[in-house]
Structures are given as C-alpha cells and as structure tokens.
C-alpha cells in the first residue's frame, strides 16, 4: 500500500532534520533552483509549505524569493533510519487528526 502525501507544521520538519537543521537554514533554503530566473541555485525558496512524500522524504512548495514564480525543494530523508522512525510518528499523529 502507498504512502500518503501528508502536509505537515515546520515543528514537524525541525524534528525530522535534527542536527541537520543549520545546514537546512544556511544551505539548503538559499540553494533552490528557479526555472523562470534559471538560476544556478542560489535563489531562495520563500513562502513554503512542507509534505513528506510517498517515499517519506521532504518537499518544500514554495516561491523564488526573487521573482515570486512557484518552486520546489527536494530533500532525501526518507533513506535515514532514524528520520523514518520520527516521519511515522508524524504519520500516525496526522492520521489521528
């Protein structure tokens, strides 16, 4: 059975980076690719939303900072054991709601 697209709180995500949320603040947010000002990654995503998807990794749905046009971040976390012991607590506790 398929995994749901679940939205979820940036509390949420905090705890599923970990230690790894300074380098999501200073890297991985200013280092998002936009297709309208192609740029080489270095604009910022702005405004977004956080899913974890079917594969339990991150997306980010958001906007360039620069231009406003709509875009994405990928983040792999579904391959971490310890992200995935976290994402389906998560799971559990939206599925409640």
Known sequence: MQKEI???ILEDFHKIMGEEWKIFQEKIIHNCYCSKC?????STIVDY???INDLDDIIL???CDKC???INRYIETGENEENVEIIEE???RYAMN
């Open 68 to 70: 406003r046009y709509p």
């Open 90 to 92: 998560i799971r559990r």
């Open 49 to 51: 939303t956080v899913e």
């Open 6 to 8: 679940v939205s979820i």
């Open 61 to 63: 749905r958001g906007k």
């Open 38 to 42: 192609n740029s080489a990654y270095d």
